[in-house]
C-alpha cells in the first residue's frame, strides 16, 4: 500500500513514525526485502557535509541616517553584491577579500573570503560593513562605514544556487611532476593520492536519483536548522548515464536551497581555504525522504558498493574539457582507503566529512521522532532523467572588434 | 658534541643511495634513527638523531641537501584545533608519515602527534585551517 505526505506527517504529530537513516535502511532492507521495509518504514533520512562553492547569503541591513542607495559594499574587506536595491546586499562564498595575493606567489594561501564572512555571521560576531554610493535626492548618503550584527539586521539568509551534488569526480594528478592546487584539494604528482567529494550512502540525492520526492518547497535540514529547496541547482544534469539501479556514475543533480541564517549553527556552515585555489563555504545539508513505495523503500537502501564515481585527471582532462574518467571507482573501495588506478595503489583523501553527514541525519531523525519536523510534498519535482535536461558547456562565439 | 634531530625526505630517486652511512664517515657523526618510512615506490622519509661537532653536522647537512635531500629541522610542534576540525579528511594523504588517518570503521580524522614530524604540509591543505603550529 503506496503512502501518502499526509499520512507520515499524521505519524510524525502522533508520535508513531518510523524514521531510520539511510546507512540503517540498507540493513533492514537487506534483512526484509523491500516490500516489507516500506510498510514498517516511514522516512529515510540523509546527510552530507562538504564545501559547496555557490553558496551565499543576501542580507537587509536596514536605512542609515541619511539614507543610502549602496552602489558598491565590503563586509569585512569582502566585496559583496548591492546591484539589488538600496540596502539589500548579497555575499558570495567564494568571493576574495580585496588585495588578497591570490595566487601571485603560487600556491596562494587564500586564508579569508565571503565564506569566513557569513560563517561569522552566523557565530554572532560583528562584521564591518563599508559602502560607497554617488547619493541622489532621496538617498543623500555617500559613505558608510559601521559594525553590523546578524542579531540587528532585518533579513539574513543563505540563498545557495547550487548545493547537494549528486555524486561527483573523483579527482587524481597525472602530471609526472609538479603538484596541483585544486577545489578538489592538493593533488600529489604522478598519481601521489585520490581525492573524492560525496557522502556516498548518505548523500540526499544518491537516496532518491530520480527526485521522485524532492523540488520546490520540499523541507530540508541546512546549516543547522530547517531550509527549504526552491529550484534545481545550477549545473542540474539528471540525463547522465546511470547504473541499473538508477545511480548516476558522475555529477547529475543538483539543488537549489534557502534557510534563514539567524536560526542556523556556525558548526553546520564553515568558511574553508582551498590551498592554491580560493575560498569556499562548507555547508551541512539533510533530507528526509519519505518511503511512499516499495521503489523508495529499495532506493534508500542503496550501498557505497554500488555507487561509482568517474576518476578525472585534474592535471589535464578537467582544466582543458580532454578525453573521459581514467574508469569508475565505488565508494566502498574510495572509504577503505585506497583504490586501485593504472595497477598503481593510491591513497585516498576525502573532502566531504563522513562523520558530519552522519551527524546530520540523525539530528534530523531526532526532530522527525519529537514532532518537530514535517515533510512537505513539492510544489514541482525537479527535472529528472526523463526531462532532456542536459549540462551544456559553453558556446563560444568569437567578438569581432568593429573596426571604422 | 652537539645533537640535532633533522627529518630528511628523500626523492623516489635517491631511495637507493647509501646516504646516511657516507655522513657517518665523512663528517664524523654518530647518529639514531627515530623514524624511516622508504620504499621503492614513493619517496622516502628518515626521522634522525645526529651526533658530532657543531661544524660537522652543518657541514654533513649541507651535503646531504647537494644529494638532493630535503632537510628539516624538527624543532616545531603541530597541534589540532578540534574545535576547527570538521573530520573532512583533505589531510591525510598530505600527511607523509599517517599521523593523521582516518578511522576505519567512523571514518573520523584521527591525529596521532607522536607520528608527527611537523613538516607542516597538513597546515594549508587543510580546508577549515584546524591544524596549528606551536613553536
Not at chain 1, 67 to 76: D, E, F, G, H, P
Not at chain 1, 114 to 129: K, P
Not at chain 2, 111 to 123: Q, T, Y
Request: proline content about 6%.
Amino acid at each position: 500500500m503506496p503512502k501518502t505526505y499526509q499520512e507520515i506527517n499524521e505519524k510524525i504529530k502522533s508520535g508513531q513514525v518510523v524514521v531510520v537513516s539511510a546507512e540503517e535502511m540498507i540493513g533492514i532492507v537487506e534483512e526484509d526485502g523491500a516490500a516489507k521495509a516500506a510498510e514498517q518504514v516511514d522516512v529515510v533520512t540523509t546527510g552530507t557535509f562538504g564545501p559547496m562553492c555557490s553558496s551565499g547569503a543576501f542580507l537587509n541591513t536596514g536605512h542609515a541616517n541619511p539614507r543610502i542607495k549602496i552602489l558598491k559594499a565590503w563586509l569585512n574587506d569582502v566585496p559583496a553584491y548591492a546591484g539589488l536595491a538600496a540596502v539589500d546586499l548579497y555575499i558570495g562564498a567564494t568571493e576574495m577579500t580585496e588585495h588578497d595575493p591570490l595566487n601571485i606567489d603560487h600556491p596562494g594561501d587564500f586564508r579569508y573570503g565571503g565564506g569566513h564572512v557569513i560563517e561569522e555571521l552566523i557565530a554572532g560576531q560583528d562584521v564591518r560593513l563599508r559602502a560607497t554610493a554617488h547619493g541622489t535626492d532621496c538617498y543623500p548618503g555617500k559613505e558608510l562605514e559601521t559594525w553590523i550584527n546578524i542579531a540587528d539586521l532585518n533579513e539574513c539568509f543563505l540563498c545557495n544556487p547550487r548545493n547537494a551534488y549528486q555524486n561527483y569526480n573523483v579527482a587524481v594528478n597525472l602530471d609526472s611532476e609538479r603538484d596541483i592546487y585544486t577545489y578538489m584539494g592538493v593533488l600529489k604528482a604522478d598519481l601521489g593520492n585520490v581525492n573524492y567529494c560525496s557522502a556516498g550512502q548518505l548523500s540526499p540525492l544518491l537516496n532518491d536519483p530520480y527526485y521522485r520526492t524532492i523540488g520546490i518547497g520540499t523541507r530540508i535540514f541546512l546549516g543547522g536548522a530547517e531550509g527549504y529547496v526552491f529550484w534545481q541547482g545550477t549545473q542540474h544534469n539528471p540525463t547522465v548515464a546511470r547504473t541499473e539501479q538508477g545511480v548516476p556514475k558522475g555529477g547529475a543533480g543538483t539543488l537549489s536551497v534557502v534557510g534563514d541564517m539567524k536560526q542556523m549553527s556556525a558548526e553546520w556552515v564553515v568558511g574553508v581555504s582551498m590551498y592554491g585555489y580560493g575560498v569556499s563555504l562548507q555547508v551541512g545539508l539533510g533530507t528526509a525522504i519519505p518511503v511512499l513505495d516499495e521503489e523508495m523503500a529499495r532506493f534508500t537502501a542503496i550501498k557505497d558498493e554500488d555507487i561509482v564515481a568517474p576518476v578525472t585527471d585534474y592535471s589535464r582532462s578537467y582544466p582543458y574539457s580532454e578525453g573521459g574518467p581514467l574508469g569508475h571507482v565505488n565508494y566502498k573501495e574510495l572509504k577503505s582507503g585506497q583504490i586501485t588506478v593504472d595497477d598503481r595503489e593510491v591513497p585516498t583523501g576525502s573532502l566531504s566529512s563522513y562523520p558530519k553527514a552522519r551527524e546530520i541525519a540523525e539530528i534530523l531523525k531526532d526532530w522527525i521522532e519529537t514532532g518537530h519536523f514535517l515533510l512537505s510534498e513539492p510544489a514541482e519535482l525537479l527535472p529528472s532523467a526523463d526531462s532532456g535536461l542536459t549540462f551544456k558547456p559553453l558556446r563560444e562565439r568569437p567578438v569581432q572588434s568593429e573596426v571604422i | 658534541m652537539a645533537t640535532r634531530r633533522v627529518v630528511f625526505h628523500y626523492p623516489r630517486q635517491l631511495i637507493d643511495s647509501p646516504v646516511v652511512s657516507q655522513i657517518v664517515s665523512k663528517y664524523n657523526l654518530e647518529f639514531n634513527i627515530l623514524r624511516a618510512n622508504i620504499t621503492p615506490q614513493s619517496e622516502g622519509l628518515m626521522v634522525l638523531g645526529l651526533q658530532g661537532t657543531e661544524d660537522g653536522i652543518e657541514q654533513a647537512l649541507a651535503w646531504v641537501r647537494e644529494q638532493g635531500v630535503a632537510v628539516q629541522p624538527l624543532e616545531k610542534d603541530v597541534m589540532r584545533n578540534g574545535d576547527k576540525c570538521t573530520h573532512c579528511g583533505a589531510c591525510v594523504t598530505i600527511c607523509p608519515t599517517e599521523a593523521l588517518c582516518k578511522d576505519a570503521a567512523t571514518q573520523e580524522v584521527l591525529f596521532d602527534s607522536a607520528k608527527c614530524i611537523a613538516c607542516e604540509l597538513c597546515v594549508p591543505a587543510c580546508p577549515p585551517r584546524a591544524m596549528e603550529v606551536a613553536l
